[in-house]
């Protein structure tokens, strides 16, 4: 059983974890960008064929994991 400590100190660290996600996505959005559709990203529509390679999108998500995972591990040593 986990104690009430641990609980708490999880739920900060989701918490935190969870606003970073929010605010990124906050300023995706304002910016005028959707992952998927970025300058980078190949896209090739043919007849009865499409087909995508999110370059761009892929290494943004990437750096953001990244990031995050930082995050986590700076947020853990102080709780």
Known sequence: MISPEAF???LAKVGLL???IALL???FRKAG???GRLPG???VSRDGFEFWFPI???FIVS???TGMLLLWKFIS???
């Open 18 to 20: 969870c606003l970073a």
């Open 77 to 79: 040593k102080f709780f």
């Open 63 to 65: 750096v953001c994991i």
């Open 33 to 35: 960008l959707s992952l």
């Open 41 to 43: 990203d190949i896209h």
């Open 25 to 27: 996505l906050f300023i």
């Open 8 to 10: 708490e100190k999880l």
């Open 56 to 58: 761009t999108s892929g």
